[in-house]
């Protein structure tokens, strides 16, 4: 597209050697699976790029080798990762591990790639590790945040750090407000981390903290693309204090037909799949396979397990329900034996409110506490349910937007090219251009 022939030229004027962009990731699949797949789309214009995170990652990794790391496209990409002790599974515990022994360990990362002859170029980094870019521009590195969340989540919380706006009462369900570029919205749409009752307090401190000083990153990319948010990522230069633009570089998702020719070596599975999983897969009918996972944070109680297993096995459905191995004691007795050949199982509220209100391709569950009854006409609703047909419509043609955007020429594309031309230019003392994509072919957004 013009610009492809433009990096290697850019990155030739630095020396012999491309670039060096190093990502660093906070250790949950929901952030190792974007990061790295970022980490790829670098790397196949060109440059090399170094996946990192905490050892206990490293250690999941299947492809963590260091050294030269695994061709991809016209680069390459390769793991390092701290040198730190394992906090162990409590999530409290993790982040003030990561608070008190990540910046050291992470400044040693650094300056051990400038001692084997790979300085890093640009840092990027996550939310939850604010830090990191701190340590990043105290060695004179520029450095970008991957937001992995949606640019509505995102202005979401800009407008609570900097007091722009006050939720409704947790209680009070019929209040609305409202944000430039949104829907009008209730409490029920507002990402739980932001609610009182918000029991993860220390993931929250590290996210506004990163919300505090992000004006320090270069750039900020984010995890969706244009024809998607586009009211959004419009009305956001338009809120006081000024937030920085948001660049869509997504989805960050392994897409069928891509061909990186990494073969399949990097991976970023943090928990193995049961064996049989894809064989089991592959066994059934195409579209009849019920998907469900609450992620990797979540931790369902005992009832609230019971409930969601009682309500996928009553919908008589062939399902595939994610579930953390520490929840699997959880599971009814018999369950696996009522549900077998039929079911298997292995390991987020503005979400939902976009993809049944504004995208329309989802059945929200019925509010209360998680009940097997919700969970089944849910499952109908969206399987077999009279809007069944206009939500798989709406979804294919989400799809082929997604596609396209990401498609050499789409704009996500392009703007994964204009950054990294610009940490080359960087690289090399060259003026930096601002990041804007070339003009794009795009279909307008599904209606």
């Known amino acids: 597209m013009g610009e492809e022939a433009a990096a290697p030229t850019v990155a030739a004027a630095a020396g012999s050697a491309p670039p060096h962009l ?59 990762f701290l040198d730190d002790e394992d906090p162990g599974p409590d999530l409290d515990d993790l982040m003030r591990h990561l608070a008190k022994d990540g910046p050291p360990a992470f400044a040693k990362l650094l300056a051990r790639q400038a001692a084997d002859g790979r300085p890093v170029a640009c840092v990027v980094v996550n939310p939850f590790m604010p830090w990191a870019a701190d340590v990043a521009a105290d060695a004179g590195i520029p450095s970008a945040v991957l937001w992995v969340q949606s640019c ?44 009182p009752s918000n029991p993860y307090k220390l993931l929250v401190d590290a996210i506004i903290a990163q919300f505090r000083t992000i004006g320090r990153a270069s750039w900020v990319l984010v995890n969706s693309f244009t024809e998607l948010e586009r009211d959004v990522a419009a009305a956001l230069p338009g809120v006081t204090p000024r937030p920085p633009e948001l660049i869509p570089v997504g989805p960050l998702i392994e897409l069928d037909g891509q061909d990186d020719g990494s073969d399949g ?130 979804a294919r043609r989400w799809s082929a937007a997604a596609r396209e955007a990401v498609a050499p020429g789409g704009y996500s594309d392009a703007h994964v090219q204009a950054f990294v031309d610009e940490v080359a230019r960087r690289a090399c003392g060259v003026q930096a251009a601002k990041v804007v994509p070339p003009p794009s072919s795009e279909t307008p957004p599904p209606s």
């Open 22 to 80: 190093l990502l660093i990731c906070f250790p949950g699949q929901g952030h190792v699976n974007p990061m790295l797949r970022l980490a790829k789309r670098i790397a196949a214009k060109g440059f090399l790029v170094t996946f990192s995170s905490v050892s206990t990652v490293g250690a999941k990794l299947a492809a963590s080798a260091g050294g030269d790391g695994v061709p991809v496209g016209r680069g390459r990409v390769r793991f390092e």
């Open 152 to 195: 509505a989540v995102f202005s979401l919380y800009y407008h609570h750090v900097h007091g722009l706006v006050e939720f409704p009462r947790e209680d009070d369900l019929d209040a609305r407000f409202s944000l430039p570029g949104l829907p009008e919205m209730s409490v029920a749409d507002v990402p739980s981390f932001l609610l």
């Open 265 to 394: 070596a990097v991976r970023g599975d943090l928990m193995k799949a049961a064996d049989d999983c894809v064989e089991w897969l592959d066994a059934q009918p195409p579209r009849s396979v019920v998907y469900a996972s609450v992620g990797s944070v979540v931790l369902l109680n005992a009832e609230e397990v019971g409930e969601m297993a009682h309500g996928l096995a009553a919908t008589g459905r062939p399902f595939l329900w994610v579930v953390r191995p520490d929840t699997q004691e959880h599971l009814p007795e018999g369950f696996l034996d009522a549900v077998a050949g039929r079911g298997t199982w292995g390991d987020q509220c503005t979400d939902a409110k976009f993809l049944v209100e504004e995208l329309r391709m989802g059945v929200r569950l019925r509010g209360g506490p998680l009940r097997r009854d919700a969970v089944r006409e849910a499952v109908e609703d969206a399987v077999a349910g009279p809007d069944a047909d206009a939500m798989l419509a709406s």
